[in-house]
């Protein structure tokens, strides 16, 4: 999916926003947990709490000898709340009220009605500056490492003696910082994991991490882990393993969201691909935590291309996987304990057989009528009759804000094989193939042979679309394998009702990868008998396989 993503959902000078069920709080979770993730041996001179105006509120603590040797004697900002209010960081709340420093950091909070906030600010020469470099903020370590000094992050041994100073809010978020440290400890590849920022909900606080595993066919599986604050830890409440595939590094996410109703956050978990940025949604509805599937393609899964809008969930597919497209889209809404399609938000465009051939473009097709349609979800399918056409004219069509656009238009003989390279589930499909008549329900009805053709890593599965032959429709499967470069063959005819199998051909070499052309199939009619020749094309064009019946079986020729 070609959109902009970002790691985090916090910005520099944009202190993080959590609610509570009595308050609403704005805790730096952006800086403290980014601050943490590398840990490095900071030094100790003595640290001080200060109230508004600059009072000391106490006699200043020292840092334990642990923590590091001091550092030299240079200039440094003074450590007042009046200081760090300079930077405006924490002007939301009326700038901050507590301020505690050391080592050159300073952790600064503030109250205004029903909101708390923190900022954690790092000594430049003579002021201060909040601590995120960058125009958002990234727990990578790599982008704090000490090469660069300026980015050199707080220990977290540091960043818990400041916190102790201000305010016991920011508890859950120093202790998060431990977990995330703990992770990135463990992953040191920033691709391989992610954290979300501290969620409050009516049922407590939550965090989520992401961490990679062993690789899948499109990338690192990833697994989340839940957590919730008892008050005192974090403590796991779940997990969910094999939630989507691709990297949790650059353009990837773990987002707190409100999609299926649990009175517990949902989470959504962006990782990127080449072309696509995969999300799963992790949720407790129905009391365990688990991916939710949605309705896409040929079936129920947990990673679809697409992104979090509100409550809804807008998906994607790219019919040839580059950025060339075509790109199709499809909103879904938990229900059932599914994501499903559902309308696309705004006004819903007229259905009816003149409106449908209305958005059909009049250089591409000419005396167009459409005597069927049904339209559901942001799609429509019609049937009728056209110039040029020798059989029926087939379109279909998806929803543009308030009109249609015409996807396909043509004898519908491929229509089976839409969910593959459209955001039309089957599902869908096959409900509006059900109110366009017979003459459609053998491209239809191949959906559920689509179903269980599959890839692995070792094969590459394709279906054909139909094949009229002298009144008759056929359908073949393939099977390729790639470690061994031969193909297999499942050849179906349908009886009516349903797609009833033949026989099977093969394996048989494939000289020119046979998969590899669009329209490898061809049916051809022969006057020997009822069955035609079935002739497969490689994408070396001048290799051919033919399939042909014989001696009661169908066997492959020259």
């Known amino acids: ?41 900071p030094m100790t001179p003595a640290m001080s709490a200060h109230l508004p105006g600059g009072a000391v509120a106490g006699p200043p603590a020292r840092l334990p000898a642990r923590l590091g040797a001091p550092l030299l004697h240079r200039a440094a900002p003074a450590c007042t709340t009046s200081a760090v209010n300079k930077t405006g960081a924490l002007s939301g709340v009326g700038g901050a009220s507590r301020v505690a420093c050391a080592q050159g950091w300073a952790l ?79 992953h040191p590849l920033s691709s391989s994991w992610a954290a979300s920022a501290v969620v409050t909900s009516a049922s407590g606080q939550w965090l989520a991490t992401g961490r990679g ?70 949720s407790a509805v129905g009391g365990k935590w688990h991916a939710v599937a949605f309705d896409y393609g040929y079936g129920p899964t947990t990673a679809v291309d697409g992104r979090v ?48 051939a209305m958005a059909v473009d009049p250089g591409s097709a000419q005396g167009i009528v459409f005597t069927k349609a049904k339209c559901a979800d942001g799609w429509a399918l019609a049937v009728g009759t056209g110039e ?57 009805a191949s959906t559920a042979l689509a179903r269980s053709c599959g890839d692995s890593a070792n094969e590459m599965c394709a279906l054909s679309g139909v094949m009229p032959s002298d009144g008759s429709d056929w359908l073949l ?19 009516g009702r349903a797609w009833d199998m033949q026989g099977n051909v093969g394996p048989v070499v494939d000289r020119g990868s046979i998969l590899g052309l669009p329209g490898w199939y061809q049916a051809v009619t022969t006057s020997s008998g009822s069955a035609p020749e079935l002739v497969v094309r490689g994408a070396a064009v001048a290799w051919t396989v033919v399939l042909s019946y014989s001696g009661g079986a169908w066997r492959a020729g020259p």
């Open 1 to 41: 999916m070609n959109r902009p993503a970002t790691r985090g959902a916090l910005s520099q000078g944009a202190p993080c926003q959590r609610r509570q069920p009595h308050r609403l709080i704005a805790v730096g979770a952006s800086c403290l947990l980014m601050a943490a993730a590398v840990v490095v041996a």
């Open 108 to 186: 600064a909070t503030g109250s205004r009605g029903m909101t708390d906030a923190a900022e954690l600010f790092r000594a430049k020469g003579a002021a201060w500056s909040p601590s995120a470099p960058g125009d958002e903020v990234d727990f990578a370590p790599e982008d704090y490492g000490s090469g660069t000094s300026e980015l050199v992050p707080v220990s977290l041994g540091l960043l818990q003696h400041l916190g102790a100073e201000v305010a016991p809010f920011v508890k859950p978020d120093i202790a998060a910082a431990t977990v995330v440290a703990k992770l990135a400890g463990a």
């Open 213 to 282: 595993s062993e690789e899948g066919l499109s990338g690192p599986v990833v697994t989340v882990d839940v957590y919730r604050w008892s008050g005192a830890q974090w403590a796991l409440q779940g997990d969910a393993a094999g939630v989507a595939s691709g990297s949790l590094g650059e353009g990837g996410s773990i987002i707190a969201a409100s999609l299926t109703g649990s009175s517990q956050p949902d989470f959504a978990i962006n990782s990127s691909g080449a072309d696509t940025l995969w999300l799963s949604v992790i």
């Open 309 to 356: 809008v509100d409550h809804l969930v807008e998906t994607e597919v790219d019919g040839c996987g580059c950025a060339a497209g075509p790109e199709t889209s499809l909103w879904e809404a938990y229900s059932n304990g599914v994501f499903e399609p559902v309308s696309p938000p705004g006004p819903v465009p007229v259905c009816s057989t003149t409106a449908l």
């Open 388 to 444: 040029g056409f020798s059989s029926q004219v087939v379109g279909l069509f998806e929803q543009q804000r308030d009109h249609w656009q015409a996807i396909t238009l043509d004898d519908g003989d491929g229509l089976g094989l839409a969910p593959s390279v459209y955001d039309i589930p089957a599902s869908l499909l096959e409900m509006l193939g059900e109110g366009t008549g017979s003459s459609v329900a053998p491209a239809i």
């Open 477 to 495: 499967r393939a099977i390729q394998s790639t470690r061994r470069n031969t193909a297999s063959f499942t050849v179906y005819a349908w009886s």
